[in-house]
């Protein structure tokens, strides 16, 4: 079956930098498109950033862009979320999610159980 799951979370300064990874099973990952979303304490669920199949387009919220960096590497069904110049409002419970297909980073059928970010001083 299908599993995600995420690490690299903790606890990090304003302006730190963490490096969220994403190990992927039980599907042909390099079919399909990967993305990150994220539910901060008392909000929703917010998109944050999404990548194809095949790597050669990257998307952001605006919340994150010039910020977080997204990259895959098909060879080892990983998926990895670099995170720099953190703010409070970056804190969060982040989840790598897998997409319906290979261009689809806006809809997602599978996600992981979630790891946790949180940015304080």
């Known amino acids: 079956q299908v599993q995600l799951v995420e690490s690299g979370g903790g606890l990090a300064q304003p302006g730190g930098s963490l490096r969220l990874s994403c190990a992927a099973s039980?599907?042909?990952?390099?079919?399909?498109?990967m993305s990150w979303a994220r539910q901060a304490p008392g909000k929703g669920i917010e998109w944050v950033s999404g990548?194809?199949?095949?790597?050669?387009?990257?998307a952001y919220a605006d919340s994150v862009k010039g910020r977080f960096t997204i990259s895959r590497d098909n060879a080892k069904n990983t998926v990895t979320l670099q995170m720099n110049s953190l703010k409070p409002e970056d804190t969060a419970l982040y989840y790598c999610t897998k997409g319906v297909g290979d261009i689809t980073v806006y809809e997602h059928d599978f996600w992981g159980q979630g790891t946790q970010v949180t940015v304080s001083s």
């Open positions: 990548i194809f199949s095949d790597g050669s387009h990257t």
């Open positions: 039980g599907f042909t990952f390099s079919d399909y498109a």
